[in-house]
């Protein structure tokens, strides 16, 4: 079965990927590199370095057999690069997925999955765990472009039958997570504590985020090619838990001595979200296997066996 990926190269994309070529797919990955890396490239994937945004797209989609699904994971993930330049935000996870499902109309997918997110679009919670009914109000010009692009989806299932399965995402974390990016906590500080330098905290680490370990995002994915059609679906742990706690389990799994210095509340972030995933339960009989502590110490031990990621 002929798979398409886009962001394949980044971090949830390239275990996505490693997934699907173990199931027997042949996948084909588009990313420009812009935070994704080549070594998390799976060699038997077909790799084309290609921004989403880029006309040359349709080379992708030139054979004649067409992908059975595709996975639409490429995006500008940084909330804070989203509020200082919403028009650079809107252009790649609005216009490009735009360009890519333009391409789908072509030669139909049997679906589109596509990786929103949870964490970002209900902005500051009525109510907790917040499911999918929750009022959308995001705080960040990210939440905006990843909420748009679901109406596109809805819409374009009703114009034109294209099939979607839509993933709300919460704090994704995991093996080859940029620990020098802006976005992912846990490789920030698992990057710093390894390196014996002092982790940031952003306002008073009250701050309650869900996590959910990377390989229980594939499993929901890999479920994804046989159910929830037109649906969408919170993924998550339906538990808080804070910065503060984060640092302290991860502080004792390393054996790190130092204090962490704190820092002013960064813009567009909420102080707490975390989400219920009963649908994702009841429908597609999904829930969350790696419980945060082992999640982490998967994670560490990733890191300490792979320091050309740190
Ligand atoms: N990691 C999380 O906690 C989380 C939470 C909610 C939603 N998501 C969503 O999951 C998806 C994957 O996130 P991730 O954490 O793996 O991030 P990532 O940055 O590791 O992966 C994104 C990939 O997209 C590529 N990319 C970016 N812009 C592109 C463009 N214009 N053209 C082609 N490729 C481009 C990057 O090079 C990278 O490889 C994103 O859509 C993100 O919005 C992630």
Redesign the pocket.
């Known amino acids: 079965m002929k798979v398409l990926v886009?962001?394949?190269?980044?971090?949830?994309?390239?275990h996505l990927v490693d997934r699907l070529i173990k199931e027997g797919c042949a996948v084909s990955v588009?990313?420009?590199?812009?935070?994704?890396?080549e070594i998390?490239l799976n060699p038997q994937a077909k790799f084309y370095k290609?921004?989403?945004?880029?006309p040359s797209l349709k080379k992708v989609f030139s054979s004649k057999k067409r992908f059975a699904y595709i996975f639409?994971?490429?995006?500008?993930?940084d909330v804070r690069k989203s509020v200082k330049n919403p028009g650079f935000d809107a252009e790649?996870?609005i216009l490009?997925s735009l360009n890519l499902l333009s391409l789908c109309l072509k030669k139909k997918p049997k679906k589109f999955i596509y990786?929103?997110?949870?964490?970002?679009i209900y902005g500051e919670p009525d109510y907790l765990p917040a499911d999918e009914n929750h009022p959308i109000h995001p705080n960040c010009a990210?939440g905006v472009s990843?909420h748009t692009v679901e109406h596109y989806l809805e819409l374009f299932h009703t114009l034109y039958h294209l099939k979607y399965t839509i993933f709300?995402?919460?704090?994704?974390?995991g093996p080859?997570?940029?620990p020098n990016?802006e976005?992912?906590v846990v490789s920030i500080f698992i990057g710093k504590m390894l390196k014996g330098k002092t982790p940031f905290i952003f306002g008073d680490g009250d701050q309650l985020r869900d996590y959910?370990y990377v390989d229980d995002v594939v499993a929901a994915n890999m479920i994804s090619l046989k159910k929830g059609d037109n649906r969408i679906y919170n993924l998550g742990s339906g538990r808080g838990t804070s910065v503060n706690e984060l640092f302290k389990k991860l502080r004792k799994i390393i054996g790190f001595k130092k204090e962490p210095e704190h820092s002013t509340p960064r813009l567009g972030e909420v102080y707490r979200i975390y989400l219920s995933a009963e649908r994702a339960k009841r429908e597609l009989s999904w829930q969350p296997k790696i419980e945060l502590e082992k999640g982490l110490e998967k994670t560490v031990s990733f890191f300490k066996s792979y320091p050309e990621y740190l």
């Open positions: 886009t962001g394949g190269a980044g971090f949830i994309g390239s588009v990313d420009n590199l812009s935070s994704g890396k998390n290609l921004d989403i945004l880029s639409h994971l490429a995006a500008q993930i790649v996870n490009g990786a929103s997110t949870g964490g970002a990210y990843k709300r995402l919460p704090n994704v974390y080859r997570q940029d990016g976005a992912g959910l």
